[in-house]
């Protein structure tokens, strides 16, 4: 029984890392839709103070969201790439330790595993057997826990966090252009502070934290920028520095 328990969980490991590196990006592309709700309704809802025209409104929040997206792509292509650079840097050093000083790249693991609670001669054997298995990807594991097969491509981050942006931007670009000129404005609040509401409360849900906390935190974030372009632009309107 026991000789065949430790393969199932060892099967089940790529599985669960599987699982946590689509929960992450599951994660940020609810974040990216929250920034595509918060900005490009604040920048709609801004100008909806100063003109009830919709040309205006329409110009602004498309500038918004095309702007934005593109923004939070390259932001991401940015980020994503120094990361990128920096494991491919890790990654080369200890290829190169590994060729030029093998042995002390051994003690090296060994004791890295008699620090993790090992005894000297199991934690050497086990140095052993994972050197002679794969010598990179032990130490890279052991040493910097990361994978030389799990590096996040610059391209498909840009890609989703500028997607993210543009499926949370459609909201505030409907309800601010779609509904009569006199209820616009508060309807459009209404409805991104309940979708804002939500991505909170999913955002929690996959993180594992307090939905309610979470919600009620970017429902104030949101509803505070809403009111702050809101009467920006209304008073610009009023003074007639708009004019």
């Known amino acids: 029984m026991d000789s065949q328990a430790a393969p199932i969980q060892h099967d089940n490991e790529p599985h669960h890392n599987d699982i946590a590196h689509r929960l992450n990006w599951l994660r940020a592309g609810v974040l990216g839709a929250n920034d595509g709700i918060v900005s490009v ?15 205006p409104i329409l110009i602004a929040g498309t500038a918004g969201v095309v702007g934005g997206a593109i923004s939070m792509a390259l932001g991401e292509y940015v980020s994503v790439s120094s990361q990128k650079d920096s494991q491919r840097a890790l990654i080369e050093k200890e290829r190169r330790e590994l060729e030029e000083q093998p042995e002390e790249e051994l003690e090296e693991l060994a004791a890295i595993y008699q620090g993790k609670g090992l005894s000297a001669d199991t934690a050497r054997t086990v140095a052993r057997e994972l ?8 130490h890279l594991s052991a040493e910097l826990h990361i994978d030389e097969t799990d590096i996040v491509s610059p391209w498909h981050a840009a890609f989703a966090s500028a997607a993210a942006f543009l499926v949370g931007a459609i909201l505030p670009m409907l309800a601010i252009l779609l509904p009569p000129e006199d209820i616009r404005v508060p309807l459009t609040f209404v409805a991104v502070l309940v979708a804002l509401a939500l991505t909170g409360a999913v955002g ?3 993180g594992g934290g307090s939905k309610t906390k979470a919600a009620v935190r970017v429902v104030i974030g949101g509803a505070a920028a809403l009111i702050a372009t809101f009467l920006i632009g209304s008073w610009l309107g009023a003074s007639g520095i708009t004019v």
Do not use: M, Q, R, Y
Request: proline letters at 0%.
């Open 131 to 138: 050197t002679a298995h794969d010598a990179l990807g032990a």
């Open 204 to 206: 929690a849900w996959i």
């Open 41 to 55: 309704a604040a920048i709609v809802v801004g100008v909806a103070g100063v003109t009830t025209e919709s040309g």
